[in-house]
């Protein structure tokens, strides 16, 4: 067995190779991306220390981009605050990603973050977790374009009256920097006083446009705009089978016309139109509920350093 253990962004760099093999849009998310988490382990290495575990045989490789908090000396996974869902890849047998937990476990710290997807759950079945929150989600086996339009209605009717006083629709790609650094300006400014504001962090706002940069075509950021004005905005990650809608702004001048779901409304039913899930992610908002068809039950992950200690000895046992 081969171990690999990258503690800087120049040693992650080493193992791009691989990362790229074993990352797979059709099981992982957007969070999974090297270029995300190579991006994370630099912008945040004064939160985050990165300790990066690759573990390779002949027949299996897994990798565990994991960190270390400066706050609290906790294993986490790469993102600080920003990635909404977390994952460990993986390929071949157990072997691989067991000696990689092995591994992990050594630094004898306690392991907690939030949050993974019930689709990954087989690879975390030997890590303690525990129900987090729900991601509302709409899907096309549940609904399609016509229909939910005909169910909301009202909501149709006030992104006409929106387009209707002069505003239109744009899509922009994330390469636009100069726009998302406006969003996140916004956002943060727009809830000054909320403690759940991520936004309010100048560099996590900083990161962002990085890391929407990176993604380039697929972060998809759609805007309401009348001239120079900013109705409203929604920063999305687009992605195999769904469009996960990350961020939503609007101008509260506009408030009694509810751009923000006005335009979550319109993008929902282009994105079924399209043959794509719409993925709402993390926290059951009254608006998110409203629209969609179905929850997905997200997990946290809480392990203490003598549980990873436990569970690397019953896999050398077995």
């Known amino acids: 067995m ?32 090297f270029k995300l988490n190579r991006l994370a382990a630099a912008h ?9 575990v690759m573990a390779e ?13 400066q706050s609290n000396r906790e294993i986490t996974l790469l993102g600080e605050t920003l990635f909404d869902y977390r994952d460990v890849l993986h390929a071949g047998s157990n072997e691989a990603l067991d000696a990689a937990w092995t591994e992990i476990a050594t630094l004898n710290r306690p392991l907690s973050f939030v949050a993974v997807l019930p689709h990954a759950q087989d690879r975390w079945t030997a890590i303690p977790t525990a129900s987090f929150a729900n991601a509302p989600c709409v899907r096309q086996q549940d609904i399609d374009c016509d229909e939910f339009r005909a169910a909301h209605n009202k909501l149709g009717m006030y992104y006409r009256r929106i387009i209707k006083r002069g505003a239109h629709l744009h899509v922009h790609s994330g390469k636009d920097r100069n726009l998302v650094r406006t969003i996140y300006e916004r956002k943060a400014s727009q809830f000054p006083l909320e403690a759940n504001n991520v ?60 751009p923000g779901v006005a335009l979550i409304y319109e993008v929902t039913a282009r994105t079924l139109a399209e043959g794509l899930d ?15 068809t179905a929850m997905v039950p997200l997990l946290r992950v809480d ?16």
């Open 2 to 33: 081969r171990i690999t253990i990258a503690t800087s962004p120049a040693e992650i760099d080493r193992l791009l190779p691989v990362w790229e093999r074993l990352y797979s849009p059709a099981q992982q998310s957007a969070f999974q991306q």
């Open 44 to 52: 945040f290495s004064d939160r985050e220390i990165p300790h990066v």
């Open 57 to 69: 045989s002949d027949s299996s490789a897994a990798l565990i981009p994991a960190a270390i908090r």
């Open 199 to 258: 936004f309010l962090d100048p560099h996590r706002r900083e990161f962002m446009t990085f890391a929407c940069e990176a993604l380039g075509d697929h972060c998809e950021i759609f805007t309401l705009e009348l001239g120079p004005q900013l109705v409203a905005a929604l920063v999305t990650l687009r992605e195999h089978s769904v469009r996960r809608f990350y961020t939503i702004y609007f101008d509260p001048a506009w408030s009694k016309f509810s």
């Open 278 to 292: 719409c993925d709402y992610m993390t926290g059951e908002y009254g608006y998110k509920n409203r629209l969609a």
């Open 303 to 318: 392990a203490t350093a003598e549980q990873l200690a436990q569970t690397s000895s019953r896999r050398r046992a077995a």
